[in-house]
């Protein structure tokens, strides 16, 4: 049953990437599927989102499953993925955040005699999401907005083929990572909005060990835990919730109230949003001719 309050998943994969966003929860209960899988679900304070945090493990199938459930089970309005990556671009440094405008599934293609034949595979970022990121946060000199690669592998090498791969068919990533592709295409499948946010730990390269020996892990995930909280500040509820609207292109605050057909309703409506009463309120109707 979907909750009450209109609710955001944020998935993590890794214990500490969980833990950087339950930092920011208050008033946390918990709630089990049936299948097992776990969610805690808090406020957030300042908004009027209830957050669903699921920790989901590591790798791409695992996400897409996951994620598919989540979207069945507590119908999120929207979700989040939040966590860590390795940097791609040497303009970016350890502890920015990456928001992804778009995710690249990088294992895509055919191998020929000629070599190996790119067959890209693509997901774009919810539109809604991106635009409250984007408001969130203009003033952040560390927070980008760029694509992202995914791929069932940890880069450590930046020599290596999947470097050289990544450099020629898949250039404007700025970060790679593990599960953003199955979390993003399970969401679009479901008609979803998705947004990936990580933190950089590393640059995937030889130095990954020592970044994560001197603890840009726990930064980086706070890092983006953060991001993820300015955004969802930044977001209304939409899908008919309180303070949404379900019509293109209207204002939820303002404007005559609309029945099911669209048109206004004529002087029998009372439109009583940010009224304030001190006692109780009588009306009166007076039949009239038509």
Do not use: C
């Not at 097992?36 to 590591?58: D, F, K, N, S, Y």
């Not at 939409?238 to 292109?249: A, C, K, L, N, W």
């Not at 409506?269 to 940010?274: A, V």
């Amino acid at each position: 049953m979907p909750e009450l309050q209109p609710i955001v998943a944020v998935l993590t994969a890794l214990p500490l990437e969980y833990k950087a966003v339950q930092a920011h929860l208050t008033a946390v209960r918990k709630r089990e599927h049936p299948r097992g899988t776990r969610a805690a679900i808090g406020q957030l304070p300042g908004t009027p989102w209830a957050v669903a945090l699921v920790e989901m493990g590591e790798g791409t199938l695992t996400a897409a499953a996951l994620t598919e459930r989540v979207m069945t089970w507590l119908e999120p309005q929207a979700v989040l993925f939040v966590g860590v990556a390795g940097g791609l671009k040497s303009d970016i440094e350890l502890g920015d955040v990456v928001v992804a405008t778009k995710v690249y599934g990088i294992h895509g293609g055919k191998e020929t005699p000629e070599g190996f034949l790119v067959r890209p595979e693509a997901w774009r970022a919810s539109h809604r999401l991106t635009a409250a990121a984007r408001e969130a946060l203009r003033d952040d000199p560390r927070a980008h907005l760029k694509p992202i690669a995914a791929g069932d592998v940890v880069l450590a090498a930046p020599e290596s083929a999947l470097a050289e791969h990544l450099r020629t068919h898949y250039n404007d990533a700025a970060a790679i990572e593990m599960e953003g592709s199955g979390v993003v295409s399970a969401v679009d499948l479901a008609g979803g909005d998705a947004l990936v946010i990580r933190g950089i730990s590393d640059r995937a390269d030889a130095g990954k060990s020592h970044a994560d020996g001197e603890g840009w892990q726990p930064r980086a995930a706070e890092n983006a835990a953060a991001a993820a909280v300015a955004v969802l500040r930044e977001l209304r509820p939409f899908r008919g919730q309180v303070g949404g609207s379900d019509r293109e292109g209207e204002d939820s605050e303002e404007g005559p109230h609309r029945g099911a057909t669209g048109a206004s309703y004529g002087g029998d409506h009372l439109d009583f949003r940010g009224s304030t009463f001190n006692g109780p309120f009588i009306a009166k109707r007076v039949d009239r001719e038509r």
